[in-house]
């Protein structure tokens, strides 16, 4: 793991959360949004919040498709899970919304489990299969996909 | 009733996601290391390689339909409870659907994270 990839994984989760209460903060002052009338959804995309948020939804997917090139699934998805502690803090100080003690032993256990993920390797070698990259290199040397 | 739409919501963000997820993984582990194409061919082979991918088109399809669950859902529930909730249930069904699809070595060490994450989720519902 170089300091890039770390940048990388830390971009996912900041993205993600920053991403996630934007629209959260967007739809509450756009409304419920009944199953009667879908073409809310098209207004919803109208708030600023809301579309600020899908922006950086669109950072937090660039930066997950990087970390996915070269990191197993089950390394990204709990690498980049402080995001959930970040979502809590912005929940509770910025929106203002309630989170109980419960909710902050949930968020804490979640938090333990990063920890234990975050110390394996990365990646899954398969030692019967060549990796993207290998059979690239040997296209590019012979001429020839095999 | 309002509860049971949040959670109906954030079960069907969990199964799109987890479909999404395991697409993508696999789409983006034939693309390459993104990095490493960038510096030797360019932003734009990376970009076209990703996008002419047929795994990657299926995963942002998924993801798309994850997406509008999501805005549901957080129209119903407080962003606490339902980003955690869906996100943190959509990382086990990973951890089960990585195993079987993408053959990642799940070991010890990754089923101990996907049961604290468990239990997590079960106090965030509480």
């Known amino acids: ?146 | 009733m309002k509860s049971l739409y949040t959670w109906s919501a954030i079960l069907a963000i969990v199964f799109a996601s987890v479909v999404g997820d395991v697409l993508l993984a696999r789409a983006m582990k034939q693309v390459g290391d993104v990095g490493a194409l960038w510096r030797r061919s360019g932003l734009g082979t990376v970009i076209r390689r990703t996008l002419g991918n047929p795994y990657f088109l299926l995963g942002v399809t998924a993801m798309a339909v994850a997406f509008f669950s999501l805005l549901f859902a957080l129209s119903w529930g407080d962003v606490s409870l339902v980003a955690p909730a869906a996100a943190s249930l959509t990382f086990i069904g990973n951890a089960v659907a990585a195993k079987i699809f993408l053959h990642e070595r799940v070991d010890r060490r990754r089923w101990i994270a996907a049961g604290l994450v468990a239990a997590g989720v079960a106090l965030l519902a509480g």
Request: hydrophobic share 55%.
């Open chain 1, 1 to 146: 793991m170089t300091f890039r990839k770390y940048l990388v994984l830390v971009g996912v989760t900041v993205f993600a959360a920053a991403g996630d209460s934007l629209l959260s903060h967007g739809m509450k002052q756009t409304g419920s949004i009944s199953v009667n009338h879908l073409q809310g959804v098209i207004f919803a995309v109208l708030n600023p919040w809301v579309a600020i948020g899908i922006l950086l939804l669109l950072a937090f997917f660039a930066t997950y498709m990087t970390a996915l090139s070269w990191a197993d699934l089950t390394y990204v998805l709990p690498a980049t899970s402080l995001g959930y502690v970040l979502l809590a803090l912005v929940a509770r100080f910025v929106l203002h919304e309630h989170v109980s003690p419960l909710r902050w032993l949930g968020i804490a256990l979640i938090t333990g489990g990063v920890g234990f993920v975050a110390g394996g390797p990365e990646l899954t070698k398969h030692p019967h299969t060549k990796s993207a990259e290998e059979k690239r290199a040997a296209v590019a040397a012979t001429g020839v996909e095999s």
